[in-house]
């Protein structure tokens, strides 16, 4: 792997439920147990900084201007006001290299910090940025006829991904969470990607923790509950599956957003939990019987993963990196369009023989995967980045 780089690390979301969060506490936590020299800013509750052995943790706390760009996710555009003092602190610390995950508020800093001290810059690409911002207008122009809705939708996703492509030209070596990300990054940017997916704790998700035995079959969602998740597809899809005559089921879906009231009120069989974490969620996860992700916006999906720990598959679009993760007809089905998503998912419900073999290939799919073979990948990469800047600084 080469030598070990001192990293410091800026993430824009730590404690919050969602991907770039697990994926940062994770690294954080990888560092940590492996002795890595690790700098971590973070937004969180309070203004603070600690050491942790190898690690030192930097909260930084928002302001009054800060606003909510979704549920739970801050954004401060003041934050900036923060650099001179954690600038400082690098100083002190030392890095060889400085790894961003967004064009987020605390990245940003992280990003100044890096062109002021002249270090090499590592980003990785955790959203479609582009995809979540050309659906959120596409639902606020909702009145607009089709052919012209869909154009000028189409016209910002492309606008938006150019930008957020200017961004990552910035870095020296950039990751993504799925192979069809990786090229796409690589062709349009000139830059080396990394492969940058997601493990799985096989311990906490396992099927073992079922407890439900009442004869209702349960099919399970996790994670935000917004529209650019596709999340009312689940009433289209419980229509379609009574339609099937697929046998007696209802819904588990956890996770918070705008679209949670909608779901309330129009779900005519569902449990809705809100946010769950640690053993209150892997115990949600056991008791689903399969797992449906309609979301078609996912870089990569570690919800999916999740279920599969827990001896649940899943039914996911062909869009976006769910489908990567899916064996397709072994731990369960990657559906082409709504049809084919309710086909699949009557088709689990109905053949219990179908189910339980399913259920064990993605266990054991699962089981394989880990966070410390992620990671060295990424520490790989650290050094490719540090080589890419030395060789620019040296010509």
Same mark, same amino acid.
């Given at each position: 792997?080469?030598?070990?780089?001192?990293?410091?690390?800026?993430?824009?979301?730590?404690?919050?439920?969602?991907?770039?969060?697990?994926?940062?506490?994770?690294?954080?936590?990888?560092?940590?147990?492996?002795?890595?020299?690790?700098?971590?800013?973070?937004?969180?509750?309070?203004?603070?900084?600690?050491?942790?052995?190898?690690?030192?943790?930097?909260?930084?706390?928002?302001?009054?201007?800060?606003?909510?760009?979704?549920?739970?996710?801050?954004?401060?555009?003041?934050?900036?006001?923060?650099?001179?003092?954690?600038?400082?602190?690098?100083?002190?610390?030392?890095?060889?290299?400085?790894?961003?995950?967004?064009?987020?508020?605390?990245?940003?800093?992280?990003?100044?910090?890096?062109?002021?001290?002249?270090?090499?810059?590592?980003?990785?690409?955790?959203?479609?940025?582009?995809? /979540?911002?050309?659906?959120?207008?596409?639902?606020?122009?909702?009145?607009?006829?089709?052919?012209?809705?869909?154009?000028?939708?189409?016209?910002?996703?492309?606008?938006?991904?150019?930008?957020?492509?200017?961004? &990552?030209?910035?870095?020296?070596?950039?990751?993504?969470?799925?192979?069809?990300?990786?090229?796409?990054?690589?062709?349009?940017?000139?830059?080396?990607?990394?492969?940058?997916?997601?493990?799985?704790?096989?311990?906490? &998700?396992?099927?073992?923790?079922?407890?439900?035995?009442?004869?209702?079959?349960?099919?399970?969602?996790?994670?935000?509950?917004?529209?650019?998740?596709?999340?009312?597809?689940?009433?289209?899809?419980?229509?379609?599956?009574?339609?099937?005559?697929?046998?007696?089921?209802? /819904?588990?879906?956890?996770?918070?957003?705008?679209?949670?009231?909608?779901?309330?009120?129009?779900?005519?069989?569902?449990?809705?939990?809100?946010?769950?974490?640690?053993?209150?969620?892997?115990?949600?996860?056991?008791?689903?019987?399969?797992?449906?992700?309609?979301?078609?916006?996912?870089?990569?999906?570690?919800?999916?993963?999740?279920? /599969?720990?827990?001896?649940?598959?899943?039914?996911?679009?062909?869009?976006?990196?769910?489908?990567?993760?899916?064996?397709?007809?072994?731990?369960?089905?990657?559906?082409?369009?709504?049809?084919?998503?309710?086909?699949?998912?009557?088709?689990?419900?109905?053949?219990?023989?179908?189910?339980?073999?399913?259920?064990?290939?993605?266990?054991?799919?699962?089981?394989?995967?880990?966070?410390?073979?992620? /990671?060295?990948?990424?520490?790989?990469?650290?050094?490719?980045?540090?080589?890419?800047?030395?060789?620019?600084?040296?010509?």
């Amino acid at each position: 792997m080469g030598r070990i780089p001192r990293v410091a690390f800026f993430t824009d979301t730590f404690e919050e439920i969602n991907g770039v969060a697990l994926t940062s506490r994770q690294l954080t936590d990888y560092a940590r147990r492996h002795g890595h020299p690790f700098f971590c800013v973070r937004g969180g509750p309070e203004m603070r900084d600690w050491k942790e052995g190898n690690l030192q943790h930097v909260e930084l706390k928002r302001g009054a201007l800060a606003f909510e760009l979704d549920k739970g996710l801050q954004q401060d555009p003041m934050l900036w006001r923060q650099a001179a003092r954690i600038g400082q602190m690098l100083e002190e610390f030392k890095p060889d290299i400085v790894h961003i995950v967004s064009p987020g508020d605390v990245s940003l800093i992280g990003l100044q910090l890096a062109k002021q001290m002249k270090l090499p810059l590592a980003i990785s690409w955790h959203t479609n940025l582009h995809d /979540f911002g050309a659906m959120r207008f596409d639902k606020a122009i909702s009145w607009a006829p089709d052919p012209a809705r869909e154009s000028v939708s189409s016209a910002m996703s492309q606008t938006i991904l150019a930008i957020v492509l200017a961004f &990552y030209k910035l870095g020296d070596v950039l990751y993504a969470p799925n192979d069809e990300l990786v090229q796409m990054i690589h062709e349009r940017t000139g830059k080396p990607v990394f492969l940058m997916k997601r493990g799985i704790d096989t311990q906490l &998700y396992n099927p073992a923790r079922r407890t439900a035995h009442d004869g209702i079959l349960r099919l399970g969602y996790v994670g935000r509950i917004t529209p650019e998740k596709s999340v009312r597809f689940l009433r289209e899809l419980e229509i379609g599956l009574q339609e099937a005559g697929a046998p007696p089921f209802k /819904f588990t879906v956890i996770g918070d957003g705008s679209e949670l009231e909608w779901l309330k009120e129009n779900l005519e069989s569902a449990d809705l939990p809100g946010i769950q974490r640690g053993d209150g969620l892997a115990d949600w996860y056991a008791n689903m019987d399969v797992f449906v992700f309609p979301s078609r916006t996912d870089t990569f999906g570690n919800v999916v993963l999740e279920a /599969f720990a827990s001896g649940v598959p899943a039914v996911v679009t062909d869009s976006g990196g769910p489908k990567f993760i899916v064996r397709d007809g072994v731990s369960g089905f990657v559906a082409a369009s709504n049809a084919d998503f309710i086909a699949h998912t009557a088709r689990l419900l109905k053949d219990a023989e179908l189910r339980r073999k399913m259920a064990d290939a993605a266990r054991q799919q699962a089981c394989a995967e880990s966070w410390d073979a992620v /990671f060295e990948k990424v520490y790989e990469g650290y050094n490719v980045g540090m080589e890419a800047r030395a060789s620019l600084d040296g010509k």
